[in-house]
């Protein structure tokens, strides 16, 4: 069985463009979520979609978005790049939103902005 | 809303000596607590969970970790550890109704030979 797929795996941008990431869950998994993972603070919850709605949603500014497609991939998008979003992008799927459900991991996209 | 607070930024230790990583959790309603461990330069994989029952959780690669509701602790254990448990260990948690998991900002295990 696949696991969570992301793409691409590194990547660099130039301040102020913008940039896609692609997720692939686990089949049958309905529910991802992304994080980011930086060095000063760690791992944040940017949000969480299930069903192609999103359900939760982190403390980051507007620039940050994300979508689910009805095959329940998902893609997030940081427009009007800075500096401080270079970091390790992770995404999580699960079965469902019920808690307690174990979530795993993709091995991330590397994103460097210069 | 719930929070974790991983009390070492850094553990070393020697090799087949036992380890304890600490995390202390705060929140105002009942929740799930899990333990990840990122190697360099992948993603998280899950080390083990409490959901309920007994407060004693075993994991893979011979990890546990016991709950402490009073203490609101959950501290993960290895009695003997090995050169390749050298990583980055995350506690997490999350709440009954959602996905939404916090994770403590991370301990780094370093076991020198």
Redesign the interface.
């Known amino acids: 069985k696949a696991g969570?797929t992301q793409t691409p795996r590194y990547l660099i941008k130039t301040r102020g463009q913008q940039v896609t990431l692609s997720c692939s869950p686990i089949s049958g998994h309905r529910?991802v979520?992304w994080?980011q993972q930086t060095p000063g603070q760690?791992?944040?919850?940017l949000f969480?979609y299930f069903s192609e709605t999103q359900?939760?949603k982190?403390n980051f500014p507007g620039r940050f978005s994300g979508r689910q497609f009805s095959n329940s991939r998902s893609e997030m998008n940081v427009s009007t790049l800075e500096l401080g979003d270079s970091a390790l992008y992770?995404c999580?799927s699960?079965l469902d939103?019920?808690?307690?459900?174990?979530?795993?991991?993709?091995?991330?996209s590397w994103l460097t902005v210069v | 809303a719930q929070s974790v607070t991983q009390l070492d930024s850094q553990v070393p230790v020697f090799e087949e000596a036992p380890v304890e990583l600490r995390c202390n959790y705060s929140s105002s309603v009942s929740?799930?607590l899990f333990w990840?461990v990122q190697y360099p330069?992948?993603?998280?994989?899950?080390l083990l969970?409490y959901?309920s029952g007994s407060t004693l959780v075993k994991g893979i690669n011979g990890f546990e970790a016991e709950f402490n509701k009073s203490q609101t602790s959950f501290h993960l254990r290895k009695p003997s550890v090995h050169i390749s448990d050298t990583a980055e260990y995350?506690c997490a948690v999350?709440?009954?109704?959602?996905?939404?998991?916090?994770?403590?900002?991370?301990t780094r295990l370093t076991v020198k030979p």
């Open positions: 969570v529910s979520s994080y760690g791992l944040q919850f969480e359900r939760n982190g992770l999580a699960s939103r019920v808690g307690g459900n174990t979530i795993y991991f993709g091995e991330g | 929740v799930y990840y330069n992948q993603g998280l994989q899950l969970k959901l995350f999350s709440r009954y109704n959602n996905n939404d998991m916090r994770f403590g900002a991370g």
